[in-house]
């Protein structure tokens, strides 16, 4: 059984994408990784294994508590590579991040990127005109717009309430109520309880008007949707696709209940 080695720090770019919902991390925003140990002497792709990184919010989805509670300890966690360049209140998020996978606590909120200051210039001594206020205005605007909740209050109550209802149903219920609207019915009970929760409440996500072969995933941590590729059966092989630009609009459909199983 390999041993696991955990990292956590600040995104450092956009570019990165979440191994489990494959949407891409914000730049500045915690994530949490993993990778598995290998010996000094390993060699070719083993030697260079990179960290499989996730949101903050989807790291707990990434395996289940049997699995967290055999390798992330709690002496594990307590020398997670980042933690302490954190700031403290994001260290203790992540703290409580890990005991929540073991299920140990409910889980915690993911923390907000902190809005990064501008580098003065030279250009910047000179006077501001009331359009480079208005401007510094607009952005300042931008900023705490992208620090925002994805969900609001009422949104995350309703989501929460459906899952609860949805706990008792067994997997093949769920299963059944995630084919009746063309969303996928593999993983793990807890993934399909969110799924179909986040979709009773939302509504449906659409299928990817880009490849129009699979339904769009969305990433509850960033808001944004994504596709998750498919496989070209002529083709025989997996095709990634780019899915929806960032400011498309993208409209869900009502959920359809299934029977007694509603």
Known sequence: MPAFIFEVEYAKSGRSGCKKCKGKIDKDLVRVGFKAEVPEDAEGSAAHMGCSWHHFTCFGQAKGQAWFKKHLTAEAAEAVAGLDALKDEDRTAVNTLFRACRGEVPMPAA?????QEATPTKASKKRKSKGDEE????????????????????????????????????????????????LPK??????????????????????????????????????????????????KVFKRCKGPSAGAEVKRTPWESVGLLA
Do not use: H, Y
């Not at 309880?193 to 509850?220: F, H, I, N, T, Y």
């Open 186 to 235: 593999a993983g793990r009970k807890d993934e399909l309880v969110k799924r179909a929760a986040e979709s009773q409440v939302l509504g449906v996500p659409p299928v990817c008007d880009v490849c129009e072969k699979k339904k769009l995933l969305w990433s509850r941590e960033t808001g944004r949707f994504s596709c998750p590729g498919f496989f070209d059966d002529e083709a």
């Open 135 to 182: 401007d510094d205005g607009a952005g300042a605007a931008k900023v705490a717009k992208a620090v925002e909740p994805v969900l609001t209050e009422s949104q995350a109550a309703a989501i929460a309430e459906a899952e609860a209802k949805l706990a008792s149903k067994n997997a093949a219920a769920l299963g059944a109520m995630l084919a009746q609207n063309g």
């Open 111 to 115: 923390p907000a990127a902190a809005p």
